[in-house]
């Protein structure tokens, strides 16, 4: 199996087919990046192929010597938080809504358990969403994308030692944002 760099390199030279297998193996990734980055399913596709169109656009710039994971994320890292800056210019009634949590009355039944995990999901996301940007994005990369240290300081650029600090940071103002939501054994409760 070629390595993502070598895939890159053919993609640079013209080769389509490096890069749909480029896209094949990172696309799951990205999309679960973008859509717990963002928190909106519907939107999360189309900025996954917003990303996979600028890696391609952008790969006679490639530069192997750059892990491609740690390029592929910082560009989706850029892509999220553009778009997340356009998004809250512009939110909706509808959406402060769904954001607030409030549920409308439309006269369907709906099961304790999914309202639930659904107040401790939008519970988390506004924990995450509350955070600085660097602190947020250093947790995502490193706690939910498997990237190390390293890799993340290099989407980041910053150094180790701050991707570190953001992420001790983060995690602390986590947890004491999430404390009322925990119970005696650790777990959530509402």
Not at 51 to 68: G, N, W
Request: glycine share 4%; charged share 35%; net charge negative.
């Amino acid at each position: 199996m070629e390595s993502d760099i070598e895939l890159m390199l053919r993609t640079k030279a013209g080769d389509d087919d490096a890069f749909s297998e480029l896209m094949n193996r990172h696309y799951k990734g990205v999309l679960n990046y973008i859509y717990r980055f963002t928190n909106l399913k519907e939107n999360s596709e189309d900025l996954a192929q917003e990303v996979f169109l600028r890696v391609y656009r952008s790969a006679t710039k490639y530069r192997p010597e750059a892990k491609f994971t740690t390029w592929l994320y910082r560009i989706a890292t850029n892509v999220s938080l553009t778009y997340v800056k356009k998004k809250n210019k512009n939110v909706s009634l509808d959406e402060m809504n769904e954001k607030t949590g409030e549920i409308e009355d439309s006269g369907v039944e709906i099961s304790d358990d999914i309202i639930y995990r659904k107040e401790i999901k939008n519970v988390i996301f506004s924990a995450m969403e509350s955070l600085p940007e660097r602190e947020k994005v250093a947790i995502m990369l490193c706690k939910y994308e498997g990237l190390s240290y390293e890799e993340t300081a290099d989407v980041l650029e910053c150094t180790v030692g701050a991707v570190k600090a953001y992420v001790h940071r983060g995690r602390m103002k986590l947890v004491n944002k999430l404390k009322p939501y925990l119970t005696e054994e650790g777990e959530y409760g509402v």
